[in-house]
C-alpha cells in the first residue's frame, strides 16, 4: 500500500522549527545552524516520520482482520 505522506526535504523540516524551539534545543547542545547537527536533527525526524508511517499501516493492515 502506498504512503500518502509527502516526504519534506531537510529545509522545509528546519524552517519548521520555530525559534522558541531552537533555543531549547541549544540548551541541550543541538545548535540548528551547525550543519552536522541540522543534519543529525533532519534525520532523526525522518526516522520518526518513517517509523510512525509503519505504525499507521500496521494499525490499517490488523484493523481489517
Given at each position: 500500500?502506498?504512503?500518502?505522506?509527502?516526504?519534506?526535504?531537510?529545509?522545509?523540516?528546519?524552517?519548521?522549527v520555530s525559534p522558541r524551539e531552537r533555543v531549547m534545543m541549544l540548551r541541550f547542545g543541538l545548535d540548528l545552524d551547525d550543519p552536522e547537527h541540522a543534519e543529525l536533527f533532519v534525520s532523526g525526524v525522518r526516522a520518526a516520520d518513517d517509523a510512525i508511517a509503519a505504525q499507521e499501516r500496521w494499525e490499517r493492515e490488523n484493523a481489517l482482520r
Open positions: 500500500m502506498p504512503s500518502y505522506r509527502r516526504a519534506h526535504s531537510a529545509a522545509e523540516i528546519l524552517r519548521s
